[in-house]
């Protein structure tokens, strides 16, 4: 009976119905929670595992980042270190908004230090034991051979595989020190009772998380480079590792002072205080590149089809963002005004993004087929121009323009194959109805009386879009750039229709390649590899283009 006071007592008063609360919140965000591991982080995390091994069809051994090497070369250990050194400088971000909040609010939550590193520690200890798990978990195929596949057969060997000597003290050591987070928060919650306890615990684990993720990625690439450079040893080669990756560290080390100089140059007061910083930091982006130049020569040495699809998604996106986003605007202006039927052009205009892609880009296959009779070429051939192959012809747009006006181009400057532009021009006309819409709704939201405003004062319509139009659209030419740069990233469906031997590559981007070697070669863990540097690599996109062009953009 005592008992059953005592825990009455703990949700009653104020303090009960704040705990009350929090268990409610999270009971209601715990399906959330769920789905989201299940569909989102739990896919990711097994193929961050399937990318370690030689994985065709079935698991094979072991192998580290020898698939990630073979794909980017050693550039893959400039990596995995930087992402080591990115995570503790997030450690010192999570540490610096802790003193923050302890100074601002008067506080010490240094016993909170405590429960931190409890959270933390049963963090890493469920990834040890979900690794663990999983060999074992996905070994149940090879012991159903020979069995009857049913449900209690299937069941009783994955209670066998989590029941095993290497994942059940794995799971003990998860439970006892889950149970022992859970004892330790509420015990200094009980000791320091204050709003902020539980923000400071999840701070404090999550700056040791990243400590320990720290610590452990550098140390790994450590690791693995002495491993490269023993095996190197034995064949008589040399890796040429460590060259590569002082010279890559101290271009990225100057390309962060000529950031830091740069930013700093407008806070000078005197003028050759600001010349200074500014020709400092030019001098510093001159030596940060060329160290870092080195980096086109490392990924050229690994997957050459690696380094043609990236090349080939730079040509894509380059070809299409601008485009699009120019001619979307242009249309969103004109459609803007008070003109006859631009309603009617509204719905036109958006009738190509809502069509089903596979659709349209057979439609376009047609009208730029090789034949004679192909409408494009009919029309070319109305303007007395050369009927072309379009899908089929692999060279670069330059070089047929050098061949029809007679003059030579280098193959540098080919540029993106005749098969790719037809891409390209597709994509653009898909997506210009979508940006014109959204540039349509952000130009509804530009005060009218603003405008009027600056014509009554002069302003012709030119610099009415200049100078307050265009600035105040500045977030939705940010959102659907950035929209845009993914999407060019990953496309998939209709380059896959347009596809043809014939353009020798030349329309393979990144996600096709990651597609081929998945489906079509089976090479799963190297297939996932491609798709985490594919993945680096938009984050990367994102981060450059949040820096440049969202620092500019202007919320009114």
Do not use: C
Not at 321 to 349: D, H, M
Not at 471 to 488: D, K, M, N, R, V
């Amino acid at each position: 009976m005592e008992n059953k006071n005592s825990l009455k007592d703990i949700f009653t008063g104020r303090s009960g119905r704040k705990i009350k609360e929090v268990i409610t919140a999270y009971a209601f965000i715990a399906p959330a929670t769920i789905l989201i591991f299940i569909f989102g982080i739990f896919p990711v995390g097994f193929a961050i595992y399937v990318s370690l091994h030689k994985w065709r069809i079935k698991r094979g051994d072991f192998i580290h980042l020898r698939n990630y090497v073979n794909a980017i070369g050693n550039l893959a250990y400039v990596v995995v270190f930087f992402l080591g050194i990115g995570a503790l400088i997030g450690m010192y971000f999570f540490v610096k908004e802790i003193l923050k909040m302890a100074r601002e609010n008067d506080e010490k939550p240094w016993l909170t230090i405590i429960p931190g590193i409890v959270f933390a520690a049963t963090t890493v200890a469920f990834f040890r034991w979900f690794y663990s798990a999983l060999p074992e978990v996905l070994g149940i195929a090879d012991k159903l051979r020979g069995l009857e596949r049913t449900q209690n057969v299937f069941m009783q060997l994955l209670r066998e595989a989590l029941r095993s000597e290497t994942v059940l003290p794995t799971w003990r050591t998860f439970l006892w020190l889950f149970l022992a987070s859970l004892v330790v928060g509420g015990v200094v919650y009980r000791l320091w009772r204050n709003k902020r306890t539980m923000t400071y615990q999840s701070n404090f684990a999550l700056a040791f998380l990243a400590l320990g993720a720290g610590v452990g990625l550098i140390y790994y690439t450590f690791e693995r480079v002495g491993a490269a450079y023993t095996e190197a040893f034995e064949t008589g080669t040399d890796p040429g590792i460590w060259p590569q990756f002082i010279s890559i560290t101290a271009g990225v080390i100057l390309l962060a002072l000529a950031w830091i100089l740069w930013s700093r140059a407008p806070k000078r007061d005197s003028k050759g205080g600001f010349l200074l910083h500014i020709l400092a930091a030019a001098a510093l982006l001159v030596g940060a590149w060329l160290l870092i130049a080195e980096i086109p020569t490392i990924v050229a040495s690994g997957d050459k089809d690696l380094w043609e699809g990236l090349k080939v998604t730079v040509f894509f996106s380059l070809g299409t963002v601008p485009w699009q986003l120019a001619i979307g605007l242009f249309l969103a202006v004109l459609l803007f005004q008070k003109v006859p039927g631009s309603n009617l052009f509204r719905i036109l205009y958006f009738i190509p993004y809502v069509t089903p892609g596979i659709a349209s880009a057979a439609v376009f296959q047609q009208m730029f087929s090789n034949r004679q009779s192909a409408p494009v070429n009919m029309f070319l051939s109305f303007l007395g121009m050369k009927p072309q192959q379009w899908l089929f012809e692999p060279r670069g747009i330059m070089t047929i323009l050098g061949d029809t006006l007679s003059f030579n181009v280098p193959n540098w400057a080919a540029g993106p194959s005749l098969a790719l532009m037809v891409i390209i021009i597709h994509n653009i006309w898909t997506y210009v109805g979508y940006d014109t819409v959204i540039y349509l709704a952000g130009l509804g939201n530009i005060s009218k009386e603003m405008t009027d405003s600056a014509e009554v004062d002069g302003a012709n319509r030119w610099q009415v879009f200049r100078h307050i139009i265009f600035p105040l659209l500045s977030p939705t030419t940010y959102f659907l750039s950035l929209i845009a740069i993914i999407g060019t990233f990953k496309a998939f469906n209709t380059i896959w229709i347009f596809r043809s031997n014939l353009a020798l590559g030349t329309t393979d981007t990144f996600s096709i390649s990651i597609f081929i070697e998945f489906f079509e070669k089976l090479r799963y863990g190297y297939a996932s590899a491609l798709a985490f540097i594919l993945f680096g690599i938009i984050i990367f996109l994102s981060f450059i283009n949040n820096k440049t062009q969202g620092s500019k953009v202007f919320y009114g």
